[in-house]
């Protein structure tokens, strides 16, 4: 099962806000052995987010959507989710419940527009303010902020997918070729590949002053990761190119 992240909003396309998401739900996933396999960034625009909902709903894909959930009329991920799968908005009971428990007697029907999700949606609790999202099928929406956002997001994880963690089953690696262009190493990367499809591999060119570098690392399950690696460094070693292994937290903390 992919893994993608819907990040919905104007203010992120104008640069009003600075999207936090990526990288958050990026680590919440690495925590728990998981990847992200794409993202996308979209607008409020109605007939674009019922589009792209289409698309993600028909790939069968484990989706986190963050933002568009509230009762604006800028918000419109409900009523996109809705008409994507061609269901109506309702009430949910549950929902309901928890704004009642929030808000008491204060619950207007501006705010019941909270919990009008498309029928056959259950809740996703919220632990800051009580207001839910919502999950259908494999689409999870939480709200834009990120102090419920990512709570909300490892709920999800840890509820409803936990026959997918394997926390500890996953790991990178890295070494930094240098003096090396990527047109030097394509060859042994092509044939490092075919032989290793339990692995991925990835190449980084940078530099370093004058001069070149590669970094190439591999990802998957931590033994064959050790073992391809060792086997990656030799190929390099026979092609005459120095090395030394790059420690990632470092390079590119998260």
Same mark, same amino acid.
């Given at each position: 099962m992919k893994i993608g992240l819907i990040i919905i909003g104007d203010e992120i396309l104008s640069g009003k806000r600075q999207d936090r998401h990526f990288g958050k739900v990026i680590e919440l996933l690495d925590e728990r052995g998981l990847e992200l396999s794409w993202? *996308?960034?979209l607008g409020d625009d109605a007939a674009l987010l019922t589009e792209n909902l289409r698309q993600t709903f028909a790939s069968g894909d484990l989706v986190f959507s963050c933002g568009g959930i509230g @009762?604006? =009329?800028d918000d419109r991920t409900r009523q996109c989710a809705a008409e994507a799968l061609g269901l109506d908005l309702e009430e949910h009971p549950e929902g309901r419940a928890e704004l009642l428990a929030r808000f008491g007697d204060q619950v207007t029907s501006q705010r019941l527009r909270l919990v009008e999700f498309p029928k056959g949606a259950e809740i996703i609790p919220n632990p800051v303010n009580r207001v839910p999202g919502f999950s259908l099928r494999d689409h999870h929406f939480v709200p834009g902020f990120p102090s419920m956002a990512w709570p909300m997001i490892e709920w999800v994880l840890d509820n409803r997918y936990a026959q997918l963690l394997a =926390? %500890?089953?996953r790991t990178? *690696? @890295?070494?930094c070729v240098w003096d090396a262009r990527e047109s030097d190493i394509i060859p042994l990367m092509e044939v490092f590949e075919s032989g290793h499809r339990e692995l991925r591999?990835?190449?980084?060119p940078g530099s370093q002053g004058d001069r070149y570098q590669l970094e190439l690392g591999l *990802? %998957?399950?931590?033994a064959a990761v050790d073992a391809g690696l060792i086997e990656l460094c030799a190929a390099v070693d026979d092609l005459g190119f120095s090395w030394e292994e790059v420690n990632l937290k470092e390079v590119r903390p998260r």
């Amino acid at each position: 099962m992919k893994i993608g992240l819907i990040i919905i909003g104007d203010e992120i396309l104008s640069g009003k806000r600075q999207d936090r998401h990526f990288g958050k739900v990026i680590e919440l996933l690495d925590e728990r052995g998981l990847e992200l396999s794409w993202t *996308r960034i979209l607008g409020d625009d109605a007939a674009l987010l019922t589009e792209n909902l289409r698309q993600t709903f028909a790939s069968g894909d484990l989706v986190f959507s963050c933002g568009g959930i509230g @009762a604006t =009329p800028d918000d419109r991920t409900r009523q996109c989710a809705a008409e994507a799968l061609g269901l109506d908005l309702e009430e949910h009971p549950e929902g309901r419940a928890e704004l009642l428990a929030r808000f008491g007697d204060q619950v207007t029907s501006q705010r019941l527009r909270l919990v009008e999700f498309p029928k056959g949606a259950e809740i996703i609790p919220n632990p800051v303010n009580r207001v839910p999202g919502f999950s259908l099928r494999d689409h999870h929406f939480v709200p834009g902020f990120p102090s419920m956002a990512w709570p909300m997001i490892e709920w999800v994880l840890d509820n409803r997918y936990a026959q997918l963690l394997a =926390p %500890g089953q996953r790991t990178e *690696r @890295a070494i930094c070729v240098w003096d090396a262009r990527e047109s030097d190493i394509i060859p042994l990367m092509e044939v490092f590949e075919s032989g290793h499809r339990e692995l991925r591999l990835s190449c980084l060119p940078g530099s370093q002053g004058d001069r070149y570098q590669l970094e190439l690392g591999l *990802r %998957g399950v931590p033994a064959a990761v050790d073992a391809g690696l060792i086997e990656l460094c030799a190929a390099v070693d026979d092609l005459g190119f120095s090395w030394e292994e790059v420690n990632l937290k470092e390079v590119r903390p998260r």
